[in-house]
């Protein structure tokens, strides 16, 4: 049992970074006028978002 809460933990602190480079990249984002760099961060918002919707879930499922 203690070894599911601290994965429960390290996959909570993980997805509270990934929401915070989320949220940088986003602001990133709003300023930038280079199409080839806003694909570029685009592109790696919806990694973190893919990989932090992969870690939601299996909080989901462990519940």
């Known amino acids: 049992m203690a070894?599911?809460?601290?994965?429960?933990?390290?996959?909570?602190?993980?997805?509270?970074?990934?929401?915070?480079?989320?949220s940088d990249l986003r602001?990133?984002?709003a300023k930038l006028d280079d199409e080839e760099k806003i694909?570029?961060?685009k592109k790696e918002i919806?990694?973190?978002e893919t990989y932090y919707n992969i870690l939601a879930d299996r909080e989901r499922v462990k519940s």
Do not use: T
Request: proline letters at 0%.
């Open 3 to 22: 070894e599911k809460d601290f994965i429960s933990k390290v996959a909570g602190s993980k997805m509270g970074q990934l929401r915070q480079e989320i």
């Open 27 to 29: 602001n990133i984002l």
């Open 39 to 41: 694909a570029l961060i």
């Open 46 to 48: 919806m990694e973190k």
